[in-house]
C-alpha cells in the first residue's frame, strides 16, 4: 500500500520540505516539495546566535510545513537540523519553540549523523564503493569515507558556502586579501584530515546545491544535452577555472551566468573556492555529482529499513525497476521481452563484440520500454524515452541514461540515430545505438502478442560466411510473432552486417 | 477498480485490437494496440467472395488476439466485423469460424450500426451540436447526422478507400478515364442523399485513417508544431488540391510524400477524391479531423453503460479530468488553484478585457499543471506541458491544447512565451497568454502551502489610476502563502500593465 512520509532539513542557507509517496523496499517517488530560503546562518558570524529575524524566517517555513502535513494528512514527518542550529548558543530553544508550535520531535543531527545520511543519499543516489563523499551546504561541508560500498570515517568542517561568504568573501567581488584568508583558513581546516587522500580506484561524490550548480554552469559552457546532472563528472580543471573567476566578479555579472541559480549569486564563489580546496587536497581530478543528499538519505533509512544497512543491494537494478513501477509497467511482457534481449546480447557476443557495460542498459531499456503508454498509446516509444530522459536513472551516468533512453524510443520504429545526444557518446557507443536497438525490437515483435509464445531464442552464427540463424523456440502457435519479427530484422540485420534469416524452433523447455 | 475490455474491429483494410484499462464512468486510457493490414476486401472486387488468401490473413490476425487476451487474462471482449464480411457471400461461415475458433461472439454490424458507432467516437472525441459525421474506412463510407448533439440519419456507401482503389483507380498512377468513371460513381452513390447538405452553423467531422492521413499531410506542409490531429480543422481547398494531385503520380512519388503513412501509399490517392466528392456534396468548406471512431465508440457504449445516451454530458470537462485521472492528479489542490485562477479571471474581466472561452482553458490548465510530477518532481511544469501536449485532449482543438499545455508550462516560473506553439496562435492568444498564465501562478503561490488557506481572492480594479488591489481572503495564518504570492506577481503585473497590489484579508465564510 501506497505510505506518504514527510521530510524536513533545517540548514543553514535554505530549509526542504520533500514529500515521499512509498511502498516500503519496493517503489517510492518525490510527490513534493516545498523550498524556502531561510539563511538561518545569516548575521551570525562568530557571536554563534541566531539571529531574531532569521529564527522569525525559520519559525514561518517551519509553521508552514506544519500546516503543509496537517492539510495533506501525512502523519509521518522527520524534522532534522543542521549546523547552523548546532553551532548557535541559542539553537536549543529554537529547536524547543518548532516542538511546541508543531508537535514534532525535531532531531539535531551531530555533524557525523549529517555525513552520514549524506552518504546513504551518495550512495543510493550515484552508488560508490571506494572513495569519498563530500556534502557542502550552506554552513559546514562533511567528508565521508567509503569503503568497500560503506560509509566509514566521517569529519565535518565549517566550510559551508554561506560561512565563507559570511566570514571571508562576503556577497559580492571579493578582495585578493579576503581570498588569501579563506585558502588559509581551507588549509588549516583541511591539515588535520589527513585520510582524506585518493587511493588508486577511488572516486570522489560530491553532494548539496553549490555542487548542483557548479555542474549545471559547466553544462552550459557545452550545450549539455539533458536537464540531468545526478552523475554527472566535473572535471577538476573547469572546476578550478569558476573558482579562480567567480570571486573576482561583482554578483551582477555572476547573475548573467548562464546556469546559475539567481539565489546563490552571491555565495557560489566561496563553494567554488572551497570545492577546488577540497579536490586539490584529496588528490582527485574530477569529482561526480549527486542530486540526492541528507533528505534522501534520511529517507532510504526509513524506506529500506527491514535490510541490514539501508543501502540498495543493487541500485542499477532498483531504479529502472522503480520507475517502471511508478507507471505500473514491471509487467511479464516487459520481464520477457527483456529477457529475450539480453539472450540475443549473449549469444550474438561474438558478432557484436560489445563490452559487457552495455548489457545493463539493454536489460533496463527493456524493462522501460513501455511506460510512456500512460501519457498516450500512439508514439509510446517516445514518451517513454522523454521519461527516462527527464527523470533519470540513480546509478546510471547521464551517457547510460541517455543510451537507454535512445532504445526505448527506437524499440518499435524508426532509425536508430544518437541525435543531440551523440555529445555524449564515443564511436564505440555509436556502434552498439543500433545493434542494442536491433535486438531490443527483434525481442519487442517475437513477444507481438504479449503471450511468451517464443520462450527463448536460439542463434546460430556463421561469421565466415557473415550468416545467421535466429531460432524462435515456439510453445503455440507464434506464426504471427515470426511474421512481425522477420518484417523487424532490418535493424539488427544492418547492424550487424549479417544476413540473418529467422525460423521458427520448438520450445522444449528450460532444458531444451 | 480498474477494469480492462479489449475491442478488435475487423475492417476491410486493417484489423486491430485496442485494450482499455477503466473504471466505468470515471476514467480510461488506451493500454495496448494490435493492428494487422489484413486487407479481407483484397480481390474481392464484384464477386463478394472473400478470398482464401484473406480469409487466411484474418484468421490469423484473430487466432494471435486470441491468444493475446487470453495471455493478458481479458475476459471482456467485443469483435466486430464490418462490411467486407457485411458484403460478403461466404461472411457467415467466415464468422462461424472465427467464433469456433476463438469463443467470442463476433458481431456483424450494420451500416446503420458502424455508422452509429462512428458518430458515438466522434461526438466523444470533438464533440459535434449539429451538422455530419463522415467515417470514411477501406469498404465503406458511413454519413452520419447529428442534430442536438445526438446521431441521427444514418447512410452507409460503399466508398472506401480499398474499395475504391480495387474498383477503379488501381493501385498506382491512375488514368483519367478512370478517375471519370470514380467520380460518376460517386456523384451517382451521393444522389440520393439529399439530407447531406450543411445548414448554417453546421460542422462537418470526418473519421478514419484516411483523413487522418491527409491531414497530417497537410500539417506537414506548414510545419504544425503539435503532433495531434484530433481536433484539426483540414480546408476545403487543401484537400481539393490533393484530391487532384495524388492521382496523377506514381504510387513511388506519392511515398515520398512527407506525413504519408507508407502502408497507404496506394489507397489514398482513391481516399482523397472521395472526401472532396463529400465535402462539394454537402456543401462544406472545411473538415474537423476526429482521432476516434468506431472502436472507440464500441468501448464509450460500454464505459459510459450507466447514461441514458453513451455521450459524454460535458465533453471539455471529462476530458482533462480523465487526464489528471489517469496521473492521479485530480485532487484538492488542483481543484484550489483552479478555483482560484477563475475567480481572478471573473474579477478581472474589465482589466483583462479576454473573451469567455479562455475561461475552460484556464479550467483545464487548473487541474492539469501538476500531472508532470510523476515525470519528475523538478522541472514537472516541463513535463506536465509535455503530456498535455502529446496526450491531447478530446473535445479541444489543437491552439487550445496548446495554450493550455503553456499554462502549465509556466505555473511556476518562467516568463510566458509562445515558442513554435506560436504558429497556431493570433494577436489576441499572445496577448492572453501571460494574462493567464499570470493568473495561475497567483492562483499557485496563494496555495503554495496546499491547504487552502487562502480561500477565495477579491480584487478591487481602479483602471483609471492604473491600480489592482488583490485581497487574499485567509482562514488561518496565510503569511507564507501572501509572501510568495507578492514576490510571483510580475507575470500578472506586466501583462495587465497595472499596479498590483496583494493583501490579506479575512476569509468570512462563503456568504461574506
Redesign the interface.
Known sequence: MSQRIAIIDLGSNTTRLVVYDYEPGYRF??????R?VVRLREGMGNSLALRAAAIERAQ??M???A??C???GIDEVIMTATSAVRDARNGDSFLARVRAETGWEPRLLSGEEEGYYGALGALNGVGLGEGFVIDLGGGSAQIIEVRAGLPARVVSLPLGALRLSDLFLGYDRAKPAAVESLSQFLAQQLEGVDWFRARPGDRLVALGGTVRNLARIDQATFGFPL?LVNGYELAGTNLHEMAGRFWRISQKERLKITGLDSDRADIIQSGALAFAALLEHGGFESLTICQQGLREGLFYQHFLAGQPQPIFDDLRQFSPLNLAR??DFDNVHSRHVTALSLQLFDQLQAAHRLDASYRPLLWAAGMLHDIG???????HH??SA??IR???LPGYTPREVGMIALLAQYHRKGNPKAGELGLLFDEEDQRALPMLAGMLRLAEFLE??????VRAVRCHLDLANGWLQIEALEA??A???LWEASRNLDVLQRALNLHVELVGGVWLGAGG
Open positions: 517517488h518525490l510527490m513534493d516539495e516545498v524556502e514561518q517555513a509553521r508552514m510545513f500546516s503543509f496537517r492539510s495533506q536537464e511508478k507507471f503508454v500512460r501519457v498516450d498509446y500512439y508514439s517516445t514518451h522523454y521519461i527527464n527523470s533519470g507481438r502478442g504479449r503471450s511468451q509464445v503455440g502457435d506464426r504471427m510473432e
